[in-house]
């Protein structure tokens, strides 16, 4: 009789998880653990808006488990530690997990298989979580990419549509009295007042993710292209925080979207679109992976000395509630206070009013999304923030600082978004919500609108602030040059 155990970690789902369709196949018994080792991830720690989610994916995969006839182990402390008592307690040769790519678990995970190893347990390690491997793909020259389209391109050539494993049709219950834990005591869930609207916004668990791929392929794929750009528009797949917990993989998703390409031009085309994205959250792994300190330092060294503002948190407190009196920019950050979740136009519009117009340092606007997000991800956050920053890999020149109103003219053309997340301005017409300061005294007073009262002020004049951003820019350019 041989014993595995499957040790889930983000990789939260049954089907196309290589760990554990390994374990089933190779062993008798299977004891699927979930180990919460916060401190383990230290300086990135899961986020409130994750640890909610995380609590919801564990209950799900916890039932998924249970009606395979089976029970997910729950256990909190040092994951070598843990592992080595639960080796103990059920007498399992071999540990089974999927790989995470962050410098903090990349560490841990290596330390953790040479020590089972050394002491005659084997150790298997697989990938569920991306379609390359961040080691296997290079420049002609062997180095790592920096720039994402010929990096997309040499994946692209290489991308042939995976098998996936199929879930388990049974896990037979291992014997010995095993504790199966609590999950109420992992103490996840946040005593925040936003868990409601999280809970109504989102279904976490392998379900919930099935569910949306299924609802975005079939009725939003096609409006892609054109839509994705639209925060008052659902056509994005809002997938990120399931494919982050890994409640569903990018194999299944590469395996759907080919078999809709397969029906038409249009989806063809839409379908490569959706891909390149997915490319793009490879692509941010890949970063990652090879250079691990972006977390906290610029890829581009230069912006090591930028002169971000010295009395910025103030001014990071009132974006952080999206008070800042500049509508869009309140907009994506309630609707991020209020889902856990914002619309990719949007994180680059408030991104770039923190780290340009406002002239906080872009780490704590990572900070702050990575304690709000649901899908707060190391890998696609600190690619998103040095991006957007224009200090990053392959990033948005310096100098191109999104302009918030013409971004909410040209992407919410009816001000839906705006007057759902800013309803205290829904009143203005169209011409006005966005730039309200900009409105006559009149169309003010009728919309019931009082700036600084009803209504913040703006925190800074758009244009000001801008041209200051770029004389920063420039300072930083010439110091480079002495
Ligand atoms: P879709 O457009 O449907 O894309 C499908 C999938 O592709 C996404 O679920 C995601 O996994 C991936 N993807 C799409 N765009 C990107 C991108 N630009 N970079 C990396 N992967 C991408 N994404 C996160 O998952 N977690 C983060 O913490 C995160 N932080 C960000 C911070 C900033 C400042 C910016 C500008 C972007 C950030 N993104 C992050 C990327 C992007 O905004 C989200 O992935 C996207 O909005 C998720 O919505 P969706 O699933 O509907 O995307």
Same mark, same amino acid.
């Given at each position: 009789m041989s014993t595995a155990i499957v040790?889930?970690?983000?990789?939260?789902?049954?089907?196309?998880?290589?760990?554990?369709?390994?374990?089933?196949?190779?062993?008798?018994?299977?004891?699927?653990?979930?180990?919460?080792?916060?401190?383990?991830?230290?300086?990135w720690s899961p986020g409130a808006a994750s640890r909610w989610w995380l609590h919801q994916s564990l209950a799900s995969l916890q039932e998924r488990?249970?009606?395979?006839?089976?029970?997910?182990?729950?256990?909190?402390?040092?994951?070598?530690?843990?592992?080595?008592?639960?080796?103990?307690?059920?007498?399992?040769?071999?540990?089974?997990? !999927?790989?995470?790519?962050?410098p903090a678990a990349i560490l841990r995970d290596s330390d953790i298989k040479r020590r089972l190893r050394a002491a005659g347990v084997t150790a298997c390690s697989a990938n569920a979580a991306l379609l390359f491997e961040p080691w296997t793909v290079a420049t002609r020259s062997g180095d790592p990419y920096r720039?994402?389209?010929?990096?997309?391109?040499?994946?692209?050539?290489?991308?042939?549509?995976?098998?996936?494993?199929?879930?388990?049709?049974r896990l037979p219950e291992f014997r010995g009295g095993i504790e199966g834990g609590n999950l109420a005591e992992l103490d996840l869930l946040p005593v925040r007042p936003w868990s409601e609207g999280l809970a109504s916004a989102w279904q976490p668990g392998e379900p919930g993710?099935?569910?949306?791929?299924?609802?975005?392929?079939?009725?939003?794929?096609?409006?892609?292209?054109?839509?994705?750009?639209?925060?008052?528009?659902?056509?994005?797949?809002?997938?990120?925080?399931?494919?982050?917990?890994?409640?569903?993989?990018?194999?299944?998703?590469?395996?759907?979207i080919t078999a809709e390409m397969a029906s038409g031009p249009a989806q063809e085309q839409a379908g490569e679109k959706f891909l390149r994205q997915v490319g793009w959250r490879e692509f941010a792994h890949h970063i990652l992976y090879h250079y691990p300190k972006t977390p906290e330092e610029p890829l581009d060294a230069r912006f090591a000395k930028f002169p971000w503002r010295g009395d910025w948190q103030q001014l990071y407190g009132r974006w952080c509630r999206g008070?800042?009196?500049?509508?869009?920019?309140?907009?994506?950050?309630?609707?991020?206070?209020?889902?856990?979740?914002?619309? !990719?136009?949007?994180?680059?519009?408030?991104?770039?009013?923190?780290?340009?117009?406002?002239?906080?340092?872009?780490?704590?606007?990572?900070?702050?999304f990575w304690d709000t997000l649901v899908d707060a991800d190391l890998a696609?956050?600190?690619?998103?923030?040095?991006?957007?920053?224009?200090?990053?890999p392959d990033a948005a020149p310096y100098f191109r600082v999104f302009n918030p109103v013409k971004q909410a003219e040209k992407y919410d053309p009816d001000r839906k978004y705006i007057r759902r997340w800013v309803p205290e301005l829904a009143s203005l017409s169209d011409q006005h919500i966005a730039?309200?300061? !900009?409105?006559?005294?009149?169309?003010?007073?009728?919309?019931?609108?009082?700036?600084?009262?009803?209504?913040?002020?703006?925190?800074?004049?758009?244009?000001?602030?801008?041209?200051?951003a770029l004389d920063a820019y420039q300072a930083i350019k010439a110091g480079d040059r002495t």
């Open positions: 040790w889930f970690r983000r990789d939260l789902r049954l089907t196309d998880n290589p760990a554990l369709a390994s374990a089933v196949r190779e062993h008798d018994r299977v004891v699927p653990l979930y180990i919460h080792a916060p401190h383990e991830e230290s300086p488990i249970r009606a395979l006839g089976s029970r997910l182990i729950l256990r909190t402390g040092n994951s070598y530690d843990v592992l080595q008592l639960m080796i103990n307690e059920t007498d399992a040769d071999a540990v089974y997990w !999927n790989r995470l790519y962050e720039v994402f389209t010929p990096f997309w391109k040499g994946c692209r050539a290489r991308l042939e549509t995976p098998e996936v494993f199929e879930a388990p049709n993710a099935l569910d949306q791929v299924d609802v975005f392929m079939q009725e939003a794929l096609d409006r892609y292209p054109s839509g994705r750009d639209f925060p008052d528009r659902q056509y994005t797949s809002r997938l990120s925080p399931h494919l982050h917990f890994g409640e569903v993989g990018p194999r299944q998703l590469m395996v759907a008070t800042t009196g500049i509508p869009l920019v309140d907009a994506g950050l309630r609707e991020l206070w209020s889902t856990g979740w914002m619309h !990719n136009r949007v994180r680059m519009v408030v991104g770039s009013f923190l780290t340009k117009n406002l002239r906080v340092p872009w780490q704590q606007g990572a900070r702050w696609n956050n600190t690619l998103g923030w040095q991006w957007i920053s224009g200090c990053g730039s309200p300061w !900009n409105a006559p005294a009149p169309v003010m007073k009728a919309a019931g609108v009082r700036l600084g009262e009803t209504y913040p002020l703006p925190m800074v004049d758009l244009k000001e602030s801008r041209q200051q």
